[in-house]
């Protein structure tokens, strides 16, 4: 599912530079690896999202006629140039670690095989998708680490930066362990869960809030949550209270109240109070407003009796790490591995896989980093999942990444859970074989292609 789909949604300079390869027959098989530099600040992993929109773009990229008649008449490229994009299309192959996977800096997420003007032109977009999911799905993470066995759902799509957002963010925070989103079309597109009750204007178009609940639960007699915080949340509780009685005689369930401002955690006690004494000992608190799961932490210290939580523009957004240092860099060409040595930007070079040691807890003990076919003890993490421009398997469920990213939080040490930066951060160790290359690829440095001489 990708509601965007288009070859030009894409840097210009991937253009220009198609230009320039077709104009001197480069079309070698290039290798490169899409991976995430460091951690950003407060972040101890992150958790690998959006490989399935990745997929799909692949499968589909195509230059329309309108796309190709814009090449043609832009002014940017000579004649003919559109005729090559015409004929392109994704022949390569990917390998990827699979969705709900946590991994680090330096380690590939998503390799990509194919001729070099194919190999290049999904950069921008491939970055694009699994940067933002992983961005979610991270913050989502977290989410679930601060407050463990909650509801918790997205409530995000509003202050989205765009409406692919939204639903993209949906999906990365489900995939991640949220209970369901308040986006309701990510149930039919995705098959995620979808939450709601109401909004204050509910209460507010009716003259008396006690109709408005009333109202509200008449509508949804098998169970609803009924917002209390319009005007004063302990007197709206108590309306509840008084009309349970009367709407259970008619088959009409109070599922739970949502408070949606305040200090949540002092109307919470006040509010689970007034119902257990009125004998809504079953009714749930689900509670929202400009959360996060900092604020999820402090409330679950504070002891605060709440259920469930909505949290919508710091997810949507990861508002305290809005983005992820990943790139997407050359590392072989026509057979030769390559390397970027500019400083502080360094790349490792070749095909690579990683593999994964466990400590005797069966937790995550240390990663190795190496060049693909270099034997380890460990569980390699990057598998195939494309060949000839085709997926080889069907779109894995949402459900089986879910059950894969609770797997894998469940094996983080104790030091990487924390909401802040670890002062002990996870080693991912770089094997002999991958230092060879590098070593090998510096000492070539000075050789000049006939080309260029």
Known sequence: MIPLMSALLT?????????????????????????????????????????????????????????????????????????????????????????????????????????????????????NLVHFETLVATKAARCVLAAPGKLLVDFGLRRAHGAEAGLLAARAAYLAGFTGTATALAAPRLGIPVFG??????????????????????????????????????????????????????????????LDSGDLAALARSVRRILDEGGLADATIFASGNLDEYRLRELASAGAPIDGFGIGTSLVTSSD?????????????????????????????????VFRHYDGAGR???????????????????????????????PESLEAIRARAAAQLAKLPDALRTLESSAHTYRVAIAPALRGLAEKVDRMEGEVPALFK
């Open 321 to 353: 790490a809005p983005f992820l240092d990943a790139v997407y860099k050359l590392q072989e060409y026509g057979g030769r591995a390559r390397r970027k040595r500019s400083s502080g930007k360094a790349t490792w070079p070749g095909r690579k896989q």
């Open 197 to 258: 009750t109401m909004a204050h204007s509910f209460v507010q178009a009716h003259d008396d809030e006690a109709a408005a609940l009333a109202h509200f639960a008449e509508c949804y007699p098998a169970g609803t949550t009924l917002l209390i915080d319009t005007y004063d949340t302990e007197i709206a509780a108590r309306k509840v209270v008084a009309l349970a009685a009367t709407l259970k005689e008619r088959g009409i369930r109070v599922k739970g109240v949502r």
């Open 11 to 127: 840097d210009l300079y991937q253009l220009t530079m198609l230009h320039a390869y077709f104009s001197r027959g480069m079309r070698d098989t290039a290798v490169f690896e899409l991976f995430f530099r460091k951690l950003s600040p407060g972040r101890n992993f992150m958790v690998a999202a959006g490989l399935e929109q990745a997929l799909e773009f692949l499968e589909r990229l195509r230059f329309t006629p309108e796309e190709l008649d814009w090449v043609e008449k832009c002014g940017k490229f000579p004649r003919g140039f559109a005729d090559h994009l015409a004929k392109l299309h994704f022949t390569g192959e990917v390998h990827a670690l699979p969705e709900g996977t946590v991994f680090f800096p330096d380690e590939p997420v998503l390799r990509v095989t194919a001729p070099l003007p194919e190999a290049q032109l999904v950069e921008t977009r491939l970055i």
């Open 364 to 394: 995550f003990g240390h990663d190795v980093v190496t060049v693909e076919g270099d034997a380890q003890a460990g569980e390699p993490l990057l598998v195939s999942v494309m060949k000839n421009g085709r997926r080889l398997h069907l």
